[in-house]
């Protein structure tokens, strides 16, 4: 029984196994066969195909991170309405007073941001 | 008797109010409360020992501290004429120290934290003598020391007095361990810390041996002597003794309650309480008989050579207290008993009285130095009646408190049925002698003659000390006189109440005699009390003549035998055969233990040894840049490897 | 059509702990007076342990129960943040971290710890536990303009993910095998023979030790917390110290004792090690600290490892040693770091062993008061910590761990030295400078409850041991 039953998952085993191999003999193979005639361009970075301007490592304004942040926050809890919002009328009314609690917690994340000043650039 | 409870928790109160508040809102009027207290603490007693009298008994817990399985440990009281008496004593003599400290501490900046102290000692002695339990008394006795300890190092700014503090500490633990080790042993043999459990099945192990490093030994000699050796710690009992003499650095009111009247006695109670266990064992109780003598005859010959009169007087408590050690070892416990309850009287006037002419004295730079006084009976005429009625009693004189209870001792030794009862008496009458010469000594140099200190005083007059101290010292020097009437023997007419008292709890020592002295009893009783009055005698009047009449004899001993005189001065070297034995080879070993292995392991080896794990370096910043967060994790993650890999290793 | 609404009185301490701090936190820009947000959460924790004790029964279609068992973990929270709060105002303002959220955000931990203690599901375990941390790491990156803090917060935050992911881990493999993630029902299907041996069991098991252990601070999963401990203002590390802790702990009871009871010949196994490597690790460790916050650190490692016998031990009498140990702990600790911040300055951080040095001289009380801690640390009778510690060494010994016991004695005498070093210091040294001390009436309040506290548990006892006993009895059937 045991044994049999790791036998099943011999084929999963041998896929992995395969495409593993593949997947390093493509990258040896390259580098073997593959020509090697590097000039400055190709050590450039990639923007689009136009010639690069300035550093590549380049520090942003934190406030770009707070924004991206509080979209993060808020988009994700939005998600949560979807399931709700398509199951609405099996639930019931239970349902729809936990989510009433859901979007007003929200609002206090959202008051609170607002007051600390989190939407002003300046 | 619920009310028992309130006999110690009352000066708890009162010791815990005046410590909190003390400092900023009591201040001068710190006094109070603990002597009130405590003086409610003196009435409850005073009404369980009329309980007691009348047939009461009590022996409850108050509450339960740790509930496990067998053993059941409880904060308890157990009242029985022994502890009944203790409670009456201790309550009424504190009671009295604290109305005279109020006069002796008048000016002290410590006033409040001097009551509180006392208080809290009170509480402690109190809980440690009403205790049902073993713990409870191992607790009390733990606390009574470290009220000591506080207490000793009061004026802490004083070197003498830190370092005296300290030894006290230090010499006392020695004694405690034993102790620890005697209760803990009590605990794994009757599987019990109640008294009444122990002593109701002491007898099961009358004749159990155990193995100590080869060696049979009884189990009650094991029991008896580690329980001892608390005792000979407590009682300042030779080889522990040498911390007694040092702790008069303490307030005078401190050594006369805790150094002389009470924590002292500590030893002789928890002997007494014990003896169901000590009698087992003849080991054990030569060994108490032993410590007594060797102690007693030791500070005898030791106070007769010191100049310092709180010194004397405690030397002269270390004789005391060798004397009730004396009486337990020949199995006279309630003679013992009554030597302590007589001795905390005269001796606790004693100190007093010697805080009074100080008191006198403290203007002079060593106010304790009895070669500067002289003469004061004409400054101080109240102490000098008090203290003189003190120095009868210590010398046995008929009639007084001293000779019933010293002679309770001497008689009953004489006829004990252990063969060493006949040495205990020799030694018993010998120091009832050197005793008397000692205090009478301190009496004639401190009160008659001239007054010697007019240079060291710079012109102030020697003075009687104010009514609140003075008031105490006569209500004392009538204890040092009829509490010995309490226990008048047969032979003298009386009924030995005290004795009669106490028997319940200690019972009474077989009297062993000769089939053909039997008849003659009373006669042999009244001559050895003859004898020892004789001694008494003749040592008050040795010290008279040397003292009063012939001044010039005193330098008789020093030139004729300059070698023994150092020797006894010098407190036969205990402290200098310590300090070599012990205390240098301590210090010697344990600084190479902390610069070999503490510094050279512990510090190079761990701290060095793991660097970046524990020790505390450079700025922080840098640790993170480093990578160490990394390492953590790395570390974390090992940790869970091994604790998978212990899935398949179990 | 509100009576078809279930009951949500079982949560109902939650609830308000949740809405007052999202006022306090929104109210903090129009409140000038910020002691005001300390009155405010002192009066809401003392209301919803009211609450905890008068309300029961199970909500969430059964995922939480307030049953006996969370209610003696909940009493711990709620005196946890009572006493963090009397800490809070006068150390707080000087190190200038005074405000509104800093108090929300200790009640949303708490918050977190309650459905920790709670929880008969273990998601919703694994919800309350991120609720708590997620907290406790914004609090300790408060003081943002310290390098330390911000390193301390940073370290705990990437680590405690680190741990997360192996609760998740541990959570689904024992999904998968049961099919449930109700505690109940886990409880029933793992039995001998069976599923209490299958190694994918004994895997979860091992992985919830890990994941725990971190929470808990159990070597080697400790890394965090010295960095964490000394960079955190110190009013947060005392909640630290206690809360996060318990919350472990309760945890542990919650999955080991009531879920997994049947496989603990196994778990016991992983255990062990870790509690032994622990003690002794901490203690030794200890030993060479000079920072007091690093030494409580270390400290507060080997009390993990003490209190974690209680549930080697796998019994109700184990159960209930540990509950008391973390019940004890609570005082003797939060006391210890609020002597802490008394000596904290603007310009001075006080938290150098050194600074102990003569402190008997210059400020007797303080130092009596610490030396009352630092006995029961030890775990001198008759203080709190003697008893916490007698009880776990027995529950452990009656386990039949006789080594066990003997180490934790040895390592226990170790872990004296470094207490009795700071004593030293503080009562045989002559005082080098004249320490400021910053006593508000909070913490002299909070002061006086740790030391009653811990003399009173360390005398009398009785009532919360047989209270602990009462609490966990339903957890083992």
């Given at each position: 029984m045991e044994i049999s039953l790791s036998l099943k998952y011999i084929p999963i085993l041998i896929t992995a196994l395969i495409v593993f191999v593949i997947g390093l003999a493509m990258v040896i193979i390259n580098q073997v066969l593959g020509p090697k005639r590097p000039y400055s361009e190709k050590y450039l970075a990639y923007e689009c195909g136009l010639p690069p301007t300035g550093e590549t490592r380049h520090r942003f304004d934190i406030k770009f991170y707070a924004i991206a942040i509080l979209f993060a926050v808020f988009d994700v809890e939005a998600v949560f309405l979807y399931p709700w919002a398509i199951t609405f009328d099996q639930i019931g009314f239970f349902a729809y007073i936990e989510m009433v609690v859901f979007i007003a917690l929200l609002l206090v994340a959202y008051f609170y941001a607002w007051i600390r000043g989190g939407f002003q650039w300046d | 008797m619920e009310y028992v409870i309130w006999i110690p928790f009352l000066p708890l109160i009162a010791a815990t109010i005046t410590l909190i508040f003390g400092k900023w809102y009591i201040r001068k009027q710190a006094h109070w409360l603990p002597c009130i207290a405590v003086f409610g603490s003196f009435l409850l007693s005073f009404k369980a020992l009329l309980d007691v009298i009348g047939g009461a008994r009590a022996n409850f817990d108050l509450y339960s501290w740790v509930i496990a399985d067998t053993f059941h440990a409880a904060v308890g009281f157990q009242i029985d004429p022994l502890s009944v008496l203790m409670l009456a004593m201790v309550s009424f003599l504190s009671f009295l120290i604290h109305v005279y400290s109020i006069g002796y501490m008048e000016d002290d900046p410590g006033y409040y934290r001097f009551f509180a102290y006392i208080s809290l000692f009170t509480f402690s002695m109190l809980m440690l003598v009403s205790a049902n339990n073993f713990l409870q008394l191992f607790f009390g006795w733990e606390a009574v020391g470290l009220c000591s300890y506080l207490l000793i190092g009061?004026?802490?700014?004083k070197k003498s007095a830190a370092d005296a503090a300290k030894k006290a500490f230090i010499v006392n633990r020695f004694g405690d361990f034993g102790f620890a080790l005697g209760v803990f042993l009590v605990f794994l043999t009757f599987g019990s810390i109640y008294y009444e459990d122990v002593f109701a099945r002491v007898h099961e192990i009358a004749h159990t041996t155990v193995n100590v490093l080869g060696v049979e030994v009884l189990l009650a000699t094991l029991i008896a002597v580690l329980l001892f050796c608390g005792a000979m710690g407590k009682s300042a009992q030779f080889p522990l003794h040498v911390w007694l003499p040092d702790a008069m650095e303490g307030p005078t009111p401190v050594s006369a309650l805790i150094h002389a009247a009470t924590m002292v006695t500590a030893g002789v109670f928890m002997v007494c309480r014990c003896h169901e266990i000590f009698e087992l064992s003849h080991v054990a109780m030569a060994i108490v008989a032993a410590a007594g003598m060797i102690t007693c005859f030791m500070a005898a010959t030791i106070a007769p050579t010191q100049f310092d009169i709180k010194r004397v007087i405690a030397y002269s408590t270390l004789s005391q207290l060798g004397y009730m050690f004396m009486a337990c070892g020949v199995g006279a416990f309630a003679a013992g008993m009554f030597h302590l309850f007589t001795h905390a009287f005269f001796k606790a006037l004693l100190f007093l009285g010697a805080g009074s002419v100080m008191h006198a004295m403290h203007h002079a730079p060593d106010p304790t130095d009895m070669r500067y006084m002289g003469g004061l009976r004409k400054y101080m005429p109240i102490t000098f009646a008090t203290f003189l009625i003190a120095s009868l009693s210590i010398s046995g004189i008929p009639g007084l408190a001293g000779f019933f209870s010293k002679d309770e001792i001497l008689w009953l030794s004489f006829v004990s049925e252990y063969p060493w009862g006949k040495l205990v008496w020799f030694v018993g009458t010998v120091v009832a002698g050197l005793t008397a010469f000692y205090s009478f000594r301190v009496v004639f140099m401190t009160f008659?003659?001239?007054?010697?200190?007019k240079e060291v005083l710079h012109g102030h007059e020697p003075h009687e000390s104010p009514s609140v101290m003075t008031i105490p010292l006569m209500i004392l020097a009538v204890g040092a006189v009829v509490t010995g009437w309490l226990g008048v023997p047969h032979v003298l007419g009386g009924h030995n109440h005290f004795a009669k008292f106490l028997e319940p709890v200690l019972g009474h020592p077989h009297i062993n005699l000769p089939y053909w002295l039997y008849g003659k009893k009373e006669w042999i009783e009244l001559f050895l009390m003859a004898i020892s009055v004789g001694v008494g005698v003749l040592g008050i009047a040795v010290a008279y003549v040397v003292y009063v009449k012939k001044p010039e004899l005193q330098r008789l001993i020093p030139e004729r035998y300059p070698a023994l005189y150092r020797y006894l001065y010098n407190k036969w070297y205990w402290d200098e055969i310590y300090d070599a034995t012990i205390v240098k080879p301590t210090f010697f070993t344990a600084r190479s233990i902390v610069q070999g292995v503490v510094d050279s392991i512990l510090i190079e080896g761990v701290v060095n040894g793991l660097p970046d794990l524990i020790r505390r370096g450079g700025e922080s910043l840098r640790r993170l840049q480093n990578g160490v967060v990394q390492t953590y994790a790395l570390i974390m993650a090992t940790g869970a490897a091994v604790v998978l890999l212990l899935v398949y290793f179990f | 059509m509100w009576s078809s609404l279930p009951s949500f009185v079982a949560v109902y301490p939650e609830i308000l702990l949740v809405v007052v701090a999202s006022i306090m936190a929104l109210a903090d820009r129009w409140v000038k007076l910020k002691d005001v947000f300390a009155w405010i959460t002192i009066a809401t924790s003392v209301i919803a342990l009211i609450m905890v004790f008068a309300v029961e029964g199970a909500v969430f279609g059964n995922s939480y129960a307030a049953d006996t068992y969370g209610l003696f973990f909940k009493m711990i929270f709620l005196l946890a943040l009572i006493m963090v709060t009397l800490v809070s105002p006068g150390y707080n303002r000087m190190v200038g971290i005074h405000f509104g959220e800093y108090y929300a955000l200790l009640m949303f931990a708490v918050t977190g710890m309650m459905l920790m203690a709670s929880s008969k599901d273990l998601i919703l375990l694994f919800l309350g536990l991120e609720l708590m941390s997620l907290s406790v790491y914004v609090l300790a990156a408060?003081?943002?303009?310290d390098l330390r803090s911000l390193e301390g917060a940073m370290k705990y935050f990437l680590l405690g993910a680190f741990s997360s992911a192996f609760l998740l881990l541990a959570i689904t493999f024992l999904y998968g095998l049961t099919g449930t993630t109700y505690i109940d029902v886990i409880a029933k299907k793992v039995f001998y023979p069976g599923l209490a041996d299958n190694t994918a069991l004994l895997l979860s098991a091992a992985l919830f030790v890990v994941a725990f252990g971190f929470k808990v601070a159990l070597v080697p999963f400790h890394m965090w917390s010295p960095d964490a401990y000394e960079g955190a203002p110190t009013s947060v590390t005392a909640f630290m110290a206690v809360g996060p802790k318990a919350a472990g702990f309760a945890a542990m009871g919650r999955v080991f004792i009531e879920a997994l009871y049947n496989a603990r010949v196994d778990w016991v196994e992983y255990l062990i090690p870790l509690a032994l490597v622990t003690m002794f690790v901490g203690a030794i460790l200890a030993v060479v600290q000079t920072n007091i916050k690093r030494l409580l650190a270390y400290s507060s490692i080997t009390h993990a490892g003490y209190a974690v016998l209680g549930i080697i031990a796998a019994s109700r009498e184990g159960m209930a040693a540990t509950m008391l140990y973390l019940f004890l702990y609570l005082f003797m600790t939060i006391g210890a770091f609020s002597v802490v911040t008394l000596f904290r300055q603007k310009d001075f951080l006080g938290e150098e062993i050194t600074d102990y040095q003569g402190l008997s001289k210059t400020h007797p009380w303080v130092a009596l008061v610490m030396l009352i801690f630092l006995f029961s640390l030890v775990g001198i009778p008759p203080t709190a910590g003697f008893i916490g510690k007698f009880f776990v060494f027995k529950a452990a010994y009656e386990a039949g761990h006789h080594l066990l016991v003997i180490g934790a004695v040895l390592a226990s005498a170790i872990a004296a030295y470094p207490y009795l070093r700071i004593v030293m210091l503080m009562y045989m040294k002559e005082p080098e400078k004249d320490l400021a001390v910053n006593v508000t009436p909070y913490v002299f309040a909070g002061l006086i409850i740790s030391v009653v506290g811990v003399l009173i548990l360390g005398v009398y006892p009785e009532p919360v041991i047989n209270f602990a006993r009462t609490c966990c009895a339903g957890l083992i059937p």
């Amino acid at each position: 029984m045991e044994i049999s039953l790791s036998l099943k998952y011999i084929p999963i085993l041998i896929t992995a196994l395969i495409v593993f191999v593949i997947g390093l003999a493509m990258v040896i193979i390259n580098q073997v066969l593959g020509p090697k005639r590097p000039y400055s361009e190709k050590y450039l970075a990639y923007e689009c195909g136009l010639p690069p301007t300035g550093e590549t490592r380049h520090r942003f304004d934190i406030k770009f991170y707070a924004i991206a942040i509080l979209f993060a926050v808020f988009d994700v809890e939005a998600v949560f309405l979807y399931p709700w919002a398509i199951t609405f009328d099996q639930i019931g009314f239970f349902a729809y007073i936990e989510m009433v609690v859901f979007i007003a917690l929200l609002l206090v994340a959202y008051f609170y941001a607002w007051i600390r000043g989190g939407f002003q650039w300046d | 008797m619920e009310y028992v409870i309130w006999i110690p928790f009352l000066p708890l109160i009162a010791a815990t109010i005046t410590l909190i508040f003390g400092k900023w809102y009591i201040r001068k009027q710190a006094h109070w409360l603990p002597c009130i207290a405590v003086f409610g603490s003196f009435l409850l007693s005073f009404k369980a020992l009329l309980d007691v009298i009348g047939g009461a008994r009590a022996n409850f817990d108050l509450y339960s501290w740790v509930i496990a399985d067998t053993f059941h440990a409880a904060v308890g009281f157990q009242i029985d004429p022994l502890s009944v008496l203790m409670l009456a004593m201790v309550s009424f003599l504190s009671f009295l120290i604290h109305v005279y400290s109020i006069g002796y501490m008048e000016d002290d900046p410590g006033y409040y934290r001097f009551f509180a102290y006392i208080s809290l000692f009170t509480f402690s002695m109190l809980m440690l003598v009403s205790a049902n339990n073993f713990l409870q008394l191992f607790f009390g006795w733990e606390a009574v020391g470290l009220c000591s300890y506080l207490l000793i190092g009061f004026w802490y700014q004083k070197k003498s007095a830190a370092d005296a503090a300290k030894k006290a500490f230090i010499v006392n633990r020695f004694g405690d361990f034993g102790f620890a080790l005697g209760v803990f042993l009590v605990f794994l043999t009757f599987g019990s810390i109640y008294y009444e459990d122990v002593f109701a099945r002491v007898h099961e192990i009358a004749h159990t041996t155990v193995n100590v490093l080869g060696v049979e030994v009884l189990l009650a000699t094991l029991i008896a002597v580690l329980l001892f050796c608390g005792a000979m710690g407590k009682s300042a009992q030779f080889p522990l003794h040498v911390w007694l003499p040092d702790a008069m650095e303490g307030p005078t009111p401190v050594s006369a309650l805790i150094h002389a009247a009470t924590m002292v006695t500590a030893g002789v109670f928890m002997v007494c309480r014990c003896h169901e266990i000590f009698e087992l064992s003849h080991v054990a109780m030569a060994i108490v008989a032993a410590a007594g003598m060797i102690t007693c005859f030791m500070a005898a010959t030791i106070a007769p050579t010191q100049f310092d009169i709180k010194r004397v007087i405690a030397y002269s408590t270390l004789s005391q207290l060798g004397y009730m050690f004396m009486a337990c070892g020949v199995g006279a416990f309630a003679a013992g008993m009554f030597h302590l309850f007589t001795h905390a009287f005269f001796k606790a006037l004693l100190f007093l009285g010697a805080g009074s002419v100080m008191h006198a004295m403290h203007h002079a730079p060593d106010p304790t130095d009895m070669r500067y006084m002289g003469g004061l009976r004409k400054y101080m005429p109240i102490t000098f009646a008090t203290f003189l009625i003190a120095s009868l009693s210590i010398s046995g004189i008929p009639g007084l408190a001293g000779f019933f209870s010293k002679d309770e001792i001497l008689w009953l030794s004489f006829v004990s049925e252990y063969p060493w009862g006949k040495l205990v008496w020799f030694v018993g009458t010998v120091v009832a002698g050197l005793t008397a010469f000692y205090s009478f000594r301190v009496v004639f140099m401190t009160f008659f003659g001239e007054f010697r200190g007019k240079e060291v005083l710079h012109g102030h007059e020697p003075h009687e000390s104010p009514s609140v101290m003075t008031i105490p010292l006569m209500i004392l020097a009538v204890g040092a006189v009829v509490t010995g009437w309490l226990g008048v023997p047969h032979v003298l007419g009386g009924h030995n109440h005290f004795a009669k008292f106490l028997e319940p709890v200690l019972g009474h020592p077989h009297i062993n005699l000769p089939y053909w002295l039997y008849g003659k009893k009373e006669w042999i009783e009244l001559f050895l009390m003859a004898i020892s009055v004789g001694v008494g005698v003749l040592g008050i009047a040795v010290a008279y003549v040397v003292y009063v009449k012939k001044p010039e004899l005193q330098r008789l001993i020093p030139e004729r035998y300059p070698a023994l005189y150092r020797y006894l001065y010098n407190k036969w070297y205990w402290d200098e055969i310590y300090d070599a034995t012990i205390v240098k080879p301590t210090f010697f070993t344990a600084r190479s233990i902390v610069q070999g292995v503490v510094d050279s392991i512990l510090i190079e080896g761990v701290v060095n040894g793991l660097p970046d794990l524990i020790r505390r370096g450079g700025e922080s910043l840098r640790r993170l840049q480093n990578g160490v967060v990394q390492t953590y994790a790395l570390i974390m993650a090992t940790g869970a490897a091994v604790v998978l890999l212990l899935v398949y290793f179990f | 059509m509100w009576s078809s609404l279930p009951s949500f009185v079982a949560v109902y301490p939650e609830i308000l702990l949740v809405v007052v701090a999202s006022i306090m936190a929104l109210a903090d820009r129009w409140v000038k007076l910020k002691d005001v947000f300390a009155w405010i959460t002192i009066a809401t924790s003392v209301i919803a342990l009211i609450m905890v004790f008068a309300v029961e029964g199970a909500v969430f279609g059964n995922s939480y129960a307030a049953d006996t068992y969370g209610l003696f973990f909940k009493m711990i929270f709620l005196l946890a943040l009572i006493m963090v709060t009397l800490v809070s105002p006068g150390y707080n303002r000087m190190v200038g971290i005074h405000f509104g959220e800093y108090y929300a955000l200790l009640m949303f931990a708490v918050t977190g710890m309650m459905l920790m203690a709670s929880s008969k599901d273990l998601i919703l375990l694994f919800l309350g536990l991120e609720l708590m941390s997620l907290s406790v790491y914004v609090l300790a990156a408060l003081l943002y303009s310290d390098l330390r803090s911000l390193e301390g917060a940073m370290k705990y935050f990437l680590l405690g993910a680190f741990s997360s992911a192996f609760l998740l881990l541990a959570i689904t493999f024992l999904y998968g095998l049961t099919g449930t993630t109700y505690i109940d029902v886990i409880a029933k299907k793992v039995f001998y023979p069976g599923l209490a041996d299958n190694t994918a069991l004994l895997l979860s098991a091992a992985l919830f030790v890990v994941a725990f252990g971190f929470k808990v601070a159990l070597v080697p999963f400790h890394m965090w917390s010295p960095d964490a401990y000394e960079g955190a203002p110190t009013s947060v590390t005392a909640f630290m110290a206690v809360g996060p802790k318990a919350a472990g702990f309760a945890a542990m009871g919650r999955v080991f004792i009531e879920a997994l009871y049947n496989a603990r010949v196994d778990w016991v196994e992983y255990l062990i090690p870790l509690a032994l490597v622990t003690m002794f690790v901490g203690a030794i460790l200890a030993v060479v600290q000079t920072n007091i916050k690093r030494l409580l650190a270390y400290s507060s490692i080997t009390h993990a490892g003490y209190a974690v016998l209680g549930i080697i031990a796998a019994s109700r009498e184990g159960m209930a040693a540990t509950m008391l140990y973390l019940f004890l702990y609570l005082f003797m600790t939060i006391g210890a770091f609020s002597v802490v911040t008394l000596f904290r300055q603007k310009d001075f951080l006080g938290e150098e062993i050194t600074d102990y040095q003569g402190l008997s001289k210059t400020h007797p009380w303080v130092a009596l008061v610490m030396l009352i801690f630092l006995f029961s640390l030890v775990g001198i009778p008759p203080t709190a910590g003697f008893i916490g510690k007698f009880f776990v060494f027995k529950a452990a010994y009656e386990a039949g761990h006789h080594l066990l016991v003997i180490g934790a004695v040895l390592a226990s005498a170790i872990a004296a030295y470094p207490y009795l070093r700071i004593v030293m210091l503080m009562y045989m040294k002559e005082p080098e400078k004249d320490l400021a001390v910053n006593v508000t009436p909070y913490v002299f309040a909070g002061l006086i409850i740790s030391v009653v506290g811990v003399l009173i548990l360390g005398v009398y006892p009785e009532p919360v041991i047989n209270f602990a006993r009462t609490c966990c009895a339903g957890l083992i059937p």
